[in-house]
């Protein structure tokens, strides 16, 4: 019975130092926009020579949880080709598009993503002859749906290498992706 008493009394004594605690806060789930979930990356390519290209492409994101995120960018690409024949029908094609696009993505899993992004894009385009004529493509608005999956790399911190393959769901005659698929490599940096 001594040791049922002290037992008790060890027991009800540890409960009357724990009430007497503060209770530990823990910070509260954070609801709303997170700053943190924001991300920043693109893409950007440059080629000199008798093809040129140059592409500034960057967009911005947000993470809304594991699984789903969504943002949108801007994309700019203009390209030339110098023809070079022997027989002195030498040419010059020039394009260029500048557009808007949205884009959504899942992760089905850790380092995988899916991704639709439909796009706006004013292409425009010339071919110039050595003899100074030119024929001009009508400016005008195209539409792309790209689909695509990819990979994403974390480089440490906040930062992440993306690589992609995509394809053009709509096969627009005047989409500056054409018919085949293509791989995009880009970085990502977190807020």
């Known amino acids: 019975m001594k040791h049922f008493a002290l037992a008790a009394f060890l027991l009800f004594g540890t409960l009357a130092v724990k009430a007497q605690q503060r209770p530990v806060e823990e910070p509260p789930a954070q609801k709303g926009f997170n700053r943190d979930n924001l991300f920043f990356g693109g893409n950007f390519g440059l080629s000199f020579g008798d093809y040129t290209l140059v592409n500034v492409s960057p967009q911005i994101g947000y993470r809304f949880n594991r699984y789903l995120a969504a943002g949108g960018g801007v994309n700019f690409l203009y390209s030339s080709y110098k023809r070079r024949y022997n027989v002195g029908a030498d040419y010059k094609e020039t394009y260029g598009n500048a ?34 004529t030119q024929a001009k493509l009508d400016p005008q608005v195209v539409p792309s749906l790209l689909g695509g999956a990819g990979a994403v790399i974390p480089t440490g911190g906040r930062g992440s290498f993306v690589a992609m393959v995509q394809y053009d769901l709509l096969q627009n005659d005047r989409s500056p992706y054409q018919n085949r698929a293509f791989y995009t490599f880009g970085y990502n940096v977190g807020f």
């Not at 089905?108 to 002859?129: C, S």
Request: aromatic share 18%; net charge neutral.
């Open 99 to 132: 557009g808007l696009n949205i884009f959504g993505r899942v992760y089905p899993i850790d380092y995988i993503l899916l991704q639709l992004q439909p796009e706006a894009n004013y292409v425009w385009g010339k071919i110039k002859y050595t003899d100074g």
